[in-house]
Structure formats: C-alpha cells, structure tokens
C-alpha cells in the first residue's frame, strides 16, 4: 500500500532556527515528489519539486532532499521566519498523487 | 500568466441539494486533478483527466460524485444529493501532462459546507 507519512505533526520553534520537516513513504517507485505550503483558509503553494531522478532542490531558504531507496524526504527551513508559519505538506507522486497529513509550523518572534 | 481558478469559493447548500464546482486550469495544460481535503483530515484524491477522458476515477467517494472536462479545458465536480459529510474544501490542480514528472499547480479552492 502506497502511502505518505509526516513527521512530527506539529513543530514551534522561535525565529531564526534552522529547522528539518520529514516526509517517508513506502514504495520507492515513485515519479516524483512535491513539497506544498498550505495557509489556513488558502489552497495550496508549490514549494519544491523533486523529480525521481533528483537528489535535491533549493529555492531560496529552503531545501528539499529525496532519498528513494530509503523512502524519505526532508524540507530543510534556514533562518526561519514567523511568515514561514504554515502547514507544510509532502505529495509523493506514483500513479496517483498521495498526501502526508502534514507538519503544522509555528515560528514564534 | 493567470494560474488555476475555481469557483465558487464558498458554497453553503442544504442537504439533498445538488451542487456544481467548477475548475479553470492553467491554460494549455492537458492534466486535470480534483481533490478534497475534509476538516482535520488529509488531501484525498477524487479523479484525473487526461484531456477530457478520465482514466481514474478510483478516488470518488460515491456515485453521487462526477465529474467531466468539456474541449480539454474547464472541469466541473457535481455532488448530488449532498450529505454534511460531503462538508469540504474541494482543490483543483492542473499539470502540463500526466506523465508523472509534472508538478501540479493548485487552484485555491472551493469550501463547501451542507448544512
């Protein structure tokens, strides 16, 4: 059974920390996978994709790394800032798309 | 360029109606995903398109659920007879293909809430 698992649910940190959100999943077969960033009331952001053949990605402040043989992925955060605060969700893409519940960030000034 | 649009954005309607949700996706895009995400819960997928054929429709929760995309464009989601726990955001994502390799791009989303 393929599926998405997130952890940990819920992190508070103060701003300025660096900080690491994981994603596992099972099933190393996958096409690729997707970090999102969903504020509350909103849809979601795209943040980092990672195509299967990749090993990581960066945009900005954030990092993304795949390691599929061990069916993880983290979001690295540097210098984190109270608008970082969000829920962040990790989508890995194998014939269909499936979710993690989500880690639900808080970055305290 | 204009991004994923979906309407309505919110829709309070009364249980044993019908209701339409409607999808706009980013123009040119050929792959099509409706999703739900209920209160607490995690995003569920509902269905694809691929062009205006739907290969999987493995996700929809019930019978009371369809959904089609007319010239390869807009999609519609219609929940007959809805339920209160039909109560959700309902999110449209669009991507150049369905390969696999594509990253989705979400439009922001349409609350429903059944009274």
């Known amino acids: 059974k393929q599926e998405v698992t997130q952890i940990p649910a819920a992190l508070s940190v103060p701003e300025g920390e660096n900080l690491v959100l994981n994603c596992s999943f099972t099933d190393s077969a996958i096409y690729n996978l997707q970090w999102f960033r969903q504020d509350p009331g909103k849809g979601l952001t795209s943040l980092l994709l990672?195509?299967?053949?990749?090993r990581e990605q960066t945009s900005g402040r954030l990092n993304a790394s795949l390691d599929k043989s061990s069916g993880r992925s983290t979001l690295y955060i540097a210098a984190s800032q109270p608008g970082d605060s969000a829920t962040y969700l990790c989508a890995v893409r194998w014939d269909d798309m499936r979710f993690g519940a989500g880690t639900r960030l808080t970055v305290k000034p | 360029g204009a991004g994923v649009s979906q309407s309505p954005s919110n829709k309070v309607t009364e249980k044993g109606k019908d209701v339409e949700l409607r999808c706009d996706p980013i123009s040119g895009h050929t792959a099509l995903y409706w999703y739900r995400q209920s209160l607490g819960q995690g995003l569920e997928f509902l269905i694809y398109f691929q062009g205006n054929s739907a290969p999987d429709k493995s996700g929809l929760p019930s019978d009371r659920f369809s959904a089609e995309r007319t010239g390869g464009s807009v999609s519609t989601l219609t929940i007959q007879r809805t339920q209160q726990e039909d109560s959700a955001v309902y999110l449209c994502?669009?991507?150049?293909?369905?390969?696999?390799?594509?990253?989705?791009?979400f439009g922001p989303g349409t609350r429903l809430t059944v009274l």
């Open positions: 994502a669009s991507s150049p293909q369905t390969s696999g390799g594509n990253e989705q791009f």
């Open positions: 990672i195509q299967s053949s990749q």
